[in-house]
Every structure is written in C-alpha cells, then in structure tokens.
C-alpha cells in the first residue's frame, strides 16, 4: 500500500483579532448571568 498524502493540518490555527465579533465566552456569560441574577431575584422568600 502507498502512504496516503494528507493536506498540511495546522493543529494552532493563529487566533484572529476579533474585529468587534463577540467571543463565545462573552456572549454565553452576557446571555447566564442576567438569567441567574434574575432567578436569583425571583425566587419565593
């Protein structure tokens, strides 16, 4: 059998400035936590 040739992987890709375009990070937290603090607030005393 012959190798098989496999394309260049690169296994870091180099991290892009992100251009005004919101991290996942970001947006996961801005979308939880005014949902804890809300439930957090609601919740019966």
Do not use: E, K, N, Q
């Not at 098989?4 to 939880?32: E, K, M, Q």
């Amino acid at each position: 059998m012959t190798p098989v040739h496999y394309p260049a992987y690169r296994a870091t890709p180099d991290r892009r400035p992100s251009g005004g375009a919101t991290s996942p990070l970001t947006f996961v937290l801005l979308i939880t936590t005014p949902a804890v603090v809300a439930v957090a607030a609601l919740r019966p005393r």
